[in-house]
């Protein structure tokens, strides 16, 4: 007989799983950083160009892009897009589902 495997289905948000504070703004600030990431990576651009474009130091690039993300504001990295030629849209809708709470997300 094999030992039963035991895990806990996740809510979605890992923050929120390994309780952060302020854990739904931490996935939305994640989820921006992985899209400024993905831009850099497809352009080819250097953190010492992102750094210029985005008005930042070097440093502060690299420490975001390995997840520590904390000095930045939503916004800000939403700026960051706009740098990188990005539109960002921002909708708001009301929410429709009973079971769960209304939630930000980055698509």
Known sequence: MSPKKRYETGSGNVFK???VPNAEEHLVKAQLVFKIDAIL????????????????????????????FRQFSVERLLRFLVALDQDVEIIVKPHRSRNDAAAMQVV
């Open 17 to 19: 799983d390994i309780g």
């Open 41 to 68: 990576t497809k352009r080819g651009l250097k953190q010492v160009e992102a750094a210029d474009l985005f008005g930042v130091r070097q440093p502060d690039v690299s420490k975001m892009l390995r997840g520590d």
